[in-house]
């Protein structure tokens, strides 16, 4: 065939169509069905909620004890940055004031200031990070899991400003050299330039095991169940105790509950 | 037209050559976050966005300056402001673009910046900006470039393109509005919670970018053959005089909200930018700054006078467009994140490096400005003669 401006041109063109066309003909030609096999293991809720019984936590916890920390941070490869700018955190301990914004007075046992509450993603029934973020890099799962893809997110730091409740940790420098722990090589470290933060340990659900820090609490203290389950362990202790959760009034309804 | 760029005398090569300088010192510094990240910038966990973000906030206040002039031109038939509404789009163009950097030189991944295209996503805010900036972007470029040729031609434009300048309109009032948005609806930001955000944007907008332009048309009256004349400038002043007022208002209406509720969460943020609160305030001395630049500037633009006096005019315009940098491209993006979401302050001190990539920014911006005037005085000239 002789070849040509004209004739490469007009092909050119035909197959620039056909390319364009391609996510068209992907979006019709997929079919409906699992994307992949899940573990018959899995552990499954409509929607997973944990309470923290801080009680238990003090009184029967050992002084000091971060077992919970430890264990997240060991788990999911979470760098130890000890700048306080720039610091990653999943599990943490934050003061009563701190934590529950608003919510003090002055006359507030003494011993209750000090005390560490713990702080993690609330994974909001309603959540502010994932209205604002321009990805989809954050989601919320059908199991009530606020997800965190590191590999979409961009690193806009929009997700940052909508949670209120400082839930997130951007990668301001290359995590990897801080990695203390023993690396987990079945959980991906980070790159700089993304944010993250506490899955709710998705990954561990998929196989069957409770989260990371609920595991590691040796006094109970994390209770881990189906919110929307009436029978559910949180469900039980939701009944029978009071409990509280962060800035209820912002209408974001967080599934982290609190006992004092 | 593009040709005209590339003569012009030695002034306006030394002009392109000093700003060439910053940008290359801009970019040197950008190639330094690229390799260690933002961890280069004085942001934090506590204080996510800062001078970038500000910064882009503040500029697409002042794309709207096309808009003021646009607007009365075409709606209103206002006939002295024919000559300068290619200045106001232009000066659109440059100050979009700027926007644009701004936000890219902020992404902690910006390879990966397409994603936004790639997964459109309707409930980010985000989003939307990223549609009516760029929108906003094309349609001045598109609509000052066929303007301008058809006047070189001597002919009418395009009749294609007065739609496109009706659009523009609502257009430029939608960057601001959605820009606001970024701010005004979230839950625990108290300073940025406010229903008048992006009427405050629209104010301080709309009496920034005017200030500029005046400014900018002095400049041009100086340096060129090309005249604004006084007629436009008297009317731009005004447009800028009721703007300050409006915007000044508009803080007050914050304050009033804040302190006799007595809120404390409302406040925090107000008293962190004007007193200091727990003993930090790096913003203090900026924020007086900023009252006694807006003060200055009502004094010196209500009184007629004064504003009908070349002199006394360029200083309140620069007291004008200070004024609102400082409100708006300093304090009203940082105090949103103080006190943090755990009643703490932590402050954010920018950065050498930081800013040098902010001031490689601005160089750009006034990079692509100089040409496009360049272009268009020449232009102008060549009619006129």
């Given at each position: 065939m002789?070849?040509?401006r004209?004739n490469?041109?007009k092909?050119g063109g035909v197959?620039?169509?056909?390319?364009g066309?391609?996510?068209?003909?992907?979006a019709l030609?997929q079919?409906k069905?699992?994307?992949?096999?899940?573990?018959?293991?899995?552990?499954v809720?409509?929607?997973?909620?944990m309470?923290?019984d801080?009680k238990?936590c003090?009184?029967?916890?050992?002084?000091?004890c971060?077992?919970c920390?430890?264990a997240?941070h060991t788990?999911h490869?979470?760098?130890?940055i000890?700048?306080?700018?720039e610091?990653?955190?999943?599990?943490?301990?934050e003061?009563?004031n701190?934590?529950f914004?608003?919510?003090?007075?002055e006359?507030?046992p003494?011993?209750?200031?000090?005390?560490?509450?713990?702080?993690?993603?609330?994974h909001?029934?309603?959540p502010?990070?994932?209205?604002?973020?321009p990805t989809?890099?954050?989601?919320?799962?059908?199991d009530?899991?606020t997800m965190?893809?590191?590999?979409?997110?961009?690193g806009?730091?929009?997700c940052?400003?909508?949670?209120?409740?400082?839930?997130?940790s951007?990668?301001w420098?290359?995590?990897?050299?801080h990695i203390?722990t023993?690396?987990?090589m079945?959980?991906?470290?980070r790159e700089?330039?993304v944010?993250?933060?506490?899955n709710?340990?998705?990954e561990r659900?998929e196989v069957?095991?409770?989260?990371?820090?609920?595991e590691?609490?040796?006094?109970?203290?994390?209770i881990?169940?189906?919110?929307?389950?009436?029978?559910?362990?949180?469900r039980k202790?939701?009944?029978e105790?009071?409990?509280?959760?962060?800035?209820?009034?912002l209408?974001?309804?967080?599934n982290?509950?609190?006992?004092? | 037209?593009?040709?005209?760029?590339?003569?012009?005398?030695?002034k306006?090569?030394?002009?392109?050559?000093?700003?060439?300088?910053?940008?290359g010192?801009?970019?040197?510094?950008?190639l330094?976050q690229w390799n260690k990240?933002?961890?280069i910038?004085?942001?934090s966990?506590?204080?996510s966005?800062?001078f970038?973000?500000?910064?882009?906030?503040f500029l697409?206040?002042v794309?709207?300056s096309a808009?003021?002039?646009?607007?009365?031109?075409?709606l209103h038939?206002?006939k002295v402001?024919g000559?300068?509404t290619?200045?106001?789009?232009f000066l659109?163009v440059?100050c979009?673009t700027?926007?644009?950097?701004?936000?890219i030189?902020?992404?902690?991944k910006?390879?990966?910046?397409l994603?936004?295209?790639?997964y459109?996503?309707p409930?980010?805010?985000?989003?939307?900006?990223?549609v009516?900036?760029?929108?906003?972007?094309?349609?001045?470029i598109?609509?000052?470039?066929?303007?301008?040729?058809?006047?070189?031609?001597?002919?009418?434009y395009?009749?294609?393109?007065?739609p496109l300048?009706?659009?523009?309109i609502?257009?430029?009032?939608?960057?601001?509005?959605?820009?606001?948005?970024l701010y005004?609806?979230?839950?625990?930001?108290?300073?940025?919670?406010?229903?008048?955000?992006a009427?405050?944007?629209?104010?301080?907008a709309f009496?920034?970018?005017p200030?500029l332009?005046?400014?900018?048309a002095?400049?041009?009256?100086?340096?060129?053959?090309?005249?604004?004349g006084?007629?436009a400038?008297?009317?731009?002043?005004q447009?800028v005089?009721?703007?300050m007022?409006i915007?000044v208002?508009?803080v007050?209406?914050?304050?009033?909200?804040?302190f006799y509720s007595s809120i404390?969460?409302?406040?925090h943020?107000?008293l962190?930018?004007?007193?200091?609160l727990?003993?930090h305030?790096?913003?203090?001395?900026?924020?007086?700054?900023?009252a006694i630049?807006a003060?200055?500037?009502?004094?010196?633009?209500i009184n007629p006078?004064?504003?009908?006096?070349?002199?006394?005019?360029?200083?309140?315009?620069a007291?004008?467009?200070?004024s609102?940098?400082?409100?708006?491209g300093?304090?009203?993006?940082?105090?949103?994140?103080i006190p943090n979401?755990?009643?703490?302050v932590?402050?954010?001190?920018?950065?050498?490096?930081?800013?040098?990539?902010a001031?490689?920014?601005w160089?750009?911006?006034?990079?692509?400005?100089?040409?496009l005037y360049k272009i268009a005085?020449?232009?102008k000239?060549?009619?006129a003669?």
């Amino acid at each position: 065939m002789e070849s040509n401006r004209r004739n490469f041109l007009k092909i050119g063109g035909v197959c620039a169509l056909g390319l364009g066309s391609l996510p068209i003909v992907k979006a019709l030609a997929q079919e409906k069905g699992p994307a992949f096999s899940s573990d018959p293991r899995r552990l499954v809720a409509k929607r997973w909620a944990m309470v923290v019984d801080m009680k238990k936590c003090w009184e029967m916890g050992k002084p000091g004890c971060k077992d919970c920390v430890l264990a997240c941070h060991t788990v999911h490869n979470v760098p130890d940055i000890k700048d306080e700018q720039e610091e990653i955190k999943w599990i943490w301990p934050e003061q009563f004031n701190h934590a529950f914004t608003g919510q003090e007075n002055e006359f507030i046992p003494a011993e209750m200031k000090e005390k560490p509450f713990l702080m993690l993603c609330n994974h909001c029934a309603n959540p502010p990070c994932v209205r604002v973020c321009p990805t989809k890099a954050t989601f919320k799962s059908p199991d009530g899991i606020t997800m965190m893809d590191f590999h979409r997110c961009i690193g806009c730091r929009y997700c940052m400003a909508g949670c209120p409740y400082g839930a997130r940790s951007f990668n301001w420098q290359d995590p990897r050299p801080h990695i203390q722990t023993e690396l987990n090589m079945s959980f991906p470290t980070r790159e700089r330039g993304v944010v993250e933060k506490c899955n709710f340990c998705t990954e561990r659900l998929e196989v069957g095991l409770l989260p990371a820090c609920v595991e590691a609490c040796k006094v109970g203290g994390l209770i881990f169940g189906d919110v929307e389950d009436p029978n559910s362990n949180v469900r039980k202790v939701l009944a029978e105790r009071f409990t509280m959760r962060r800035k209820p009034e912002l209408g974001t309804q967080p599934n982290v509950y609190y006992i004092v | 037209m593009l040709e005209r760029a590339f003569t012009g005398s030695q002034k306006y090569y030394k002009l392109l050559g000093g700003l060439l300088i910053i940008m290359g010192l801009g970019f040197a510094a950008y190639l330094l976050q690229w390799n260690k990240g933002l961890t280069i910038t004085g942001m934090s966990r506590d204080v996510s966005w800062g001078f970038y973000i500000a910064q882009f906030t503040f500029l697409v206040g002042v794309a709207a300056s096309a808009v003021m002039v646009v607007l009365p031109y075409y709606l209103h038939d206002v006939k002295v402001f024919g000559k300068i509404t290619i200045l106001g789009e232009f000066l659109a163009v440059a100050c979009v673009t700027m926007c644009l950097l701004f936000i890219i030189v902020d992404l902690g991944k910006p390879m990966r910046m397409l994603n936004v295209l790639f997964y459109p996503t309707p409930n980010s805010v985000l989003f939307w900006d990223m549609v009516v900036l760029n929108g906003y972007l094309f349609l001045n470029i598109l609509i000052g470039w066929n303007v301008l040729e058809a006047e070189r031609k001597g002919v009418h434009y395009p009749s294609w393109v007065k739609p496109l300048i009706y659009l523009s309109i609502p257009w430029a009032v939608s960057i601001h509005t959605v820009t606001a948005f970024l701010y005004a609806g979230l839950p625990a930001r108290h300073y940025w919670l406010t229903a008048i955000m992006a009427a405050r944007f629209l104010a301080s907008a709309f009496c920034s970018g005017p200030a500029l332009l005046i400014l900018l048309a002095f400049f041009l009256k100086k340096y060129t053959k090309f005249d604004a004349g006084k007629e436009a400038i008297d009317k731009l002043s005004q447009i800028v005089t009721y703007a300050m007022i409006i915007s000044v208002f508009f803080v007050g209406l914050e304050f009033f909200t804040a302190f006799y509720s007595s809120i404390p969460s409302h406040m925090h943020s107000l008293l962190y930018l004007f007193v200091g609160l727990e003993g930090h305030g790096k913003l203090v001395p900026f924020m007086w700054l900023f009252a006694i630049l807006a003060v200055v500037a009502l004094v010196l633009l209500i009184n007629p006078k004064t504003r009908k006096d070349e002199y006394t005019l360029k200083i309140a315009c620069a007291a004008v467009f200070f004024s609102m940098w400082l409100e708006k491209g300093l304090g009203l993006v940082v105090a949103g994140f103080i006190p943090n979401p755990f009643d703490q302050v932590r402050e954010y001190v920018p950065t050498v490096p930081e800013l040098m990539i902010a001031l490689g920014v601005w160089a750009t911006g006034f990079f692509i400005l100089t040409i496009l005037y360049k272009i268009a005085v020449t232009v102008k000239e060549e009619v006129a003669s």
